[in-house]
């Protein structure tokens, strides 16, 4: 088991590109920058849900705005989250912070969903349904 972990530690770093330090302890507050930027990037995301989902199709065009100007904003929320989860991810395996690989799993989840909404959201935009 410990020769997993640490064969998936290895695989995930090499993956992040990042070349791990010993652990020690958090003297310079490196994971509570790591923390706040991962709940950053989650946070955006949910941004853009409620964007996207509640604000853009109801409100842009009861104000006059074609809801196709609402495609740009989401697809620059959704990168500026992807980067920073990557981001934060590269800082805890950087650190060798101890709950990395939960953060992992959230991350990954999350990387999966906004990658499915970008392809989804450009899909639509570039084939429109014929009415």
């Given at each position: 088991m410990a020769n997993t972990v640490a064969w998936l530690d290895?695989?995930?770093?090499?993956?992040?590109?990042?070349?791990?330090?010993?652990?020690?302890?958090?003297?310079?507050?490196?994971?509570?920058?790591?923390?706040?930027?991962?709940?950053?990037?989650?946070?955006?995301?949910?941004?853009?849900?409620?964007?996207?989902?509640?604000?853009?199709?109801?409100?842009?065009?009861?104000?006059?705005?074609?809801?196709?100007?609402?495609?740009?904003?989401?697809?620059?929320?959704?990168?500026?989250?992807?980067?920073?989860?990557?981001?934060?991810?590269?800082?805890?395996?950087?650190?060798?912070?101890?709950?990395?690989?939960?953060?992992?799993?959230v991350a990954v989840v999350a990387l999966i969903i906004m990658?499915?909404?970008?392809?989804?959201?450009?899909?639509?935009?570039?084939?429109?349904?014929?009415?």
């Open positions: 290895s695989a995930v770093g090499r993956i992040l590109g990042v070349q791990p330090q010993p652990a020690v302890v958090d003297s310079g507050g490196e994971v509570g920058r790591a923390e706040r930027l991962f709940g950053f990037s989650l946070l955006f995301s949910g941004v853009r849900c409620i964007l996207q989902y509640a604000i853009f199709p109801f409100v842009l065009p009861l104000i006059g705005i074609a809801s196709s100007a609402a495609l740009p904003i989401t697809l620059t929320i959704n990168v500026v989250a992807i980067v920073s989860i990557v981001l934060s991810l590269r800082r805890f395996w950087k650190i060798r912070y101890a709950r990395r690989f939960e953060y992992l799993a990658t499915a909404f970008i392809v989804m959201e450009v899909s639509a935009f570039l084939n429109p349904p014929v009415m």
